[in-house]
């Protein structure tokens, strides 16, 4: 039988502890080249299909005429409606955050109103998810003062 002998720390007599945080580094530096790409080719293919999609509604008249550029009242609207929008994205990515977590709070904070709050604020993502819920709320607060 082969004996093992005890080994403490690194037996490494050639290592360099500068070269090693040198390529940490640039490893580091990669990946946040690569985060923030995909994160570039996500928003252009988002800002594309909605840009494509406005497009295609204005040549089909599908957009109302209140929300017709030269309508009487646009940036009102517009706001109410973004601001709707970004509060229910932000229900959304809370939700897909918790699904990420557990199952039963993802499946919770679907069907049971008001438990989003209580699961984010347990699992420390609070802050994000309910500050941009707030934003949403607020721009649809102000565009409807503006309406008024």
Same mark, same amino acid.
Do not use: T
């Given at each position: 039988?082969?004996?093992i002998d005890p080994t403490i720390g690194n037996t490494d007599l050639d290592a360099d502890p500068a070269a090693a945080a040198e390529a940490l580094a640039l490893a580091k530096s990669r990946r946040t080249?690569?985060?923030v790409q995909e994160w570039f080719v996500t928003t252009l293919m988002f800002s594309t299909l909605a840009v494509g999609g406005a497009w295609f509604a204005s040549r089909a008249g599908l957009i109302p005429e209140q929300f017709k550029f030269g309508a009487t009242q646009l940036f009102q609207r517009?706001?109410?409606v973004l601001g709707l929008f970004v509060a229910f994205l932000a229900q959304l990515i809370g939700t897909i955050l918790l699904f &990420?977590?557990?199952f039963v709070?993802?499946?919770l904070s679907l069907f049971v109103p008001g438990y989003i709050f209580f699961a984010l604020? &347990?699992?420390a993502l609070y802050g994000p998810v309910i500050g941009t819920l707030c934003v949403g709320l607020l721009a649809v607060v102000a565009g409807t003062i503006l309406l008024a």
């Open positions: 039988m082969q004996r080249r690569k985060a517009l706001l109410i &990420r977590r557990s709070q993802g499946g604020k &347990r699992n």
